[in-house]
């Protein structure tokens, strides 16, 4: 059982910058990729970046390209999530997914942080 532990939310302004990391613990040797996903209020939740634990392949979503960056340190178990350039629209609770296997990079992730909140004031 992979647990995840968010840390690095906080509320900052449009423009600004903030890093969100995810700390991995237990099962974490089978880890296929780690991402990240958010959910705004009233709003379903939604892919934001994804990495490949083998290799480093990176995938982000259409609404962060070119803003946010993710990264991984294998040594510490840990992804992040670098918000460059962050707009209103990207306040959300920001969450650590893990999975073991998904042929589907943008879902079917097993475990699941906590979440930590970005707020984005304008």
């Known amino acids: 059982q992979v647990q995840l532990v968010e840390s690095g939310g906080g509320l900052v302004q449009a423009g600004g910058s903030l890093r969100l990391s995810c700390a991995a613990s237990?099962?974490?040797?089978?880890?296929?990729?780690m991402g990240w996903f958010r959910q705004a209020p009233g709003k379903e939740r939604e892919f934001v970046s994804t990495?490949?634990?083998?290799?480093?392949?990176?995938y982000y979503a259409d609404s962060v390209k070119g803003r946010f960056t993710i990264s991984r340190d294998n040594a510490k178990n840990t992804v992040y999530l670098q918000m460059n350039s962050v707009k209103p629209e990207d306040t959300a609770v920001y969450y650590c997914?893990?999975?073991?296997?998904?042929?589907?990079?943008?879902?079917?992730?097993?475990?699941w942080g906590r979440g930590t909140q970005v707020t984005v004031s304008s």
């Open positions: 237990r099962g974490t040797a089978s880890v296929y990729a």
């Open positions: 997914a893990a999975t073991r296997y998904t042929p589907n990079l943008t879902d079917g992730y097993e475990y």
């Open positions: 990495i490949k634990w083998s290799g480093g392949s990176t």
